[in-house]
Every structure is written in structure tokens, then in C-alpha cells.
T-cell receptor, first 115, second 113 residues
Framework: EAEVAQSPRYKITEKSQAVAFWCDPI?????LYWYRQILGQGPELLVQ????????DSQLPKDRFSAERLKGVDSTLKIQPAELGDSAMYLC?????????????FGEGSWLTVV | AQSVTQLGSHVSVSEGALVLLRCNYS??????LFWYVQYPNQGLQLLLK??????LVKGINGFEAEFKKSETSFHLTKPSAHMSDAAEYFC???????????FGKGITLSVRP
């Protein structure tokens, strides 16, 4: 069964350092999402891509977060500089297209601890 | 705007007992509703989804949920809990032209031997 691949699974970084997460969606999935899940809460959407274009980044803290999907396939989420409050799980997800009835499939997530 | 409310943060049941996890939604247009399960240190796995085809939806692992428009609810049930059902469960909603998935805060299910 095809899966959304994410790396690294775990990352510990010091405050003010840069950190990056990588995601490879299910093959053929045009829509890619990055969610942030703080411990004890539900995931919240950070950014949504349709192919290589950003369609929703309204909740992305753009002063320190950036995301790209240059060739419309895999994607990178970067944080620079990292802050203590960024400690969370970063989930990548994908779907065939951005239609309401389409299922969104999630990866295993990348745990970030900022110390 | 769309939203989901999952009251309470923790439910504990005995093995073999009925599981009932509550979810209420708010949406100005007909919603699509989802239940996801998350095991420790893992991503989210889809349990089931409501897409207006039928109000009673059956999912994986013996779970099912019923869409009740009059109550704006989509509660998740399972007749008999197994130890392996211990996990966190999230209700989520999509509505309108927006494909954005909005999650509730989640409920942790514990299963006692």
C-alpha cells in the first residue's frame, strides 16, 4: 500500500537553529498538506499545495516558516530560526486532488523538539 | 466557518464493552465528516468517512459512525472494545468548496483488561 513518506522521524534542535522536514506524497497525488500537531491537540493546517503552487498558507508563520514543492512532487518545510514553541509533530499529507470528497492520507509525522 | 467539537479528552472502557466517542460539528453547508485514529508516535489513519451516501458509515476495525443532521453529530461506536483499540481518535470536517480538513482536539481511548 502506497504511503506518504516523511523524514526525519525525530529531530532535536537548539533554539535559533534551522530545521527542515521532507515529505514525499503518494505517487500521483496532486495536493499536499503540511499540518502541525501540538501535543494533546488536533492537527492544524500550515500550508496546502496544489501541484507546485501554494493555495492556502494563511496559518503559516511566514516570518520563520517556509515551504516549497518545486517540481510538484516532494516538499520541504523549513523553520528558521526555531523557537521553543515550535516543538510539535509535523505531519505531511496528500490527496489525489483538492476535492471535498477526497480522502487525505497522512504520513508517520516528524517529531520536533526545540531545546 | 467549519468546526468540530469533541467533548472530554479521555474515555476509558473495559475490554469487551461498548465504545462511544462523541463528535459534534458546525458547518454552514452540508459537511463531509471523518474519523481518524492515531497510535502513539504515529501518523493518522482513516477509520471512516461520511460523504452523504449513507448516514450509517462502517469503517475499519469494527468501527462505525452515524451522521445525524438534526443533532449535528457524528459519533463513533464499536460494539466490543479490544485492547488494540487504545489510541487517540480525531473527528474532522470538510465543507463547502474548501478541501481543508479541520480537526477536533481528539479523544484518548483507554481499554482496561
Amino acid at each position: 500500500e502506497a504511503e506518504v513518506a516523511q523524514s526525519p522521524r525525530y529531530k532535536i534542535t537548539e533554539k535559533s537553529q534551522a530545521v527542515a522536514f521532507w515529505c514525499d506524497p503518494i505517487s500521483g497525488h496532486a495536493t499536499l498538506y503540511w499540518y502541525r500537531q501540538i501535543l494533546g491537540q488536533g492537527p492544524e493546517l500550515l500550508v496546502q499545495f496544489q501541484d507546485e503552487s501554494v493555495v492556502d498558507d494563511s496559518q503559516l508563520p511566514k516570518d520563520r516558516f517556509s515551504a516549497e514543492r518545486l517540481k510538484g512532487v516532494d516538499s520541504t518545510l523549513k523553520i528558521q530560526p526555531a523557537e521553543l514553541g515550535d516543538s510539535a509533530m509535523y505531519l505531511c499529507a496528500s490527496s489525489t486532488a483538492a476535492f471535498i470528497e477526497n480522502t487525505i492520507y497522512f504520513g508517520e509525522g516528524s517529531w520536533l523538539t526545540v531545546v | 466557518a467549519q468546526s468540530v467539537t469533541q467533548l472530554g479528552s479521555h474515555v476509558s472502557v473495559s475490554e469487551g464493552a461498548l465504545v462511544l466517542l462523541r463528535c459534534n460539528y458546525s458547518s454552514s453547508v452540508p459537511p463531509y465528516l471523518f474519523w481518524y485514529v492515531q497510535y502513539p508516535n504515529q501518523g493518522l489513519q482513516l477509520l471512516l468517512k461520511y460523504t452523504s451516501a449513507a448516514t450509517l458509515v462502517k469503517g475499519i476495525n469494527g468501527f462505525e459512525a452515524e451522521f445525524k443532521k438534526s443533532e449535528t453529530s457524528f459519533h463513533l461506536t464499536k460494539p466490543s472494545a479490544h485492547m488494540s483499540d487504545a489510541a487517540e481518535y480525531f473527528c474532522a470536517v470538510k465543507s463547502g468548496a474548501n478541501s481543508k480538513l479541520t480537526f477536533g482536539k481528539g479523544i484518548t481511548l483507554s481499554v482496561r483488561p
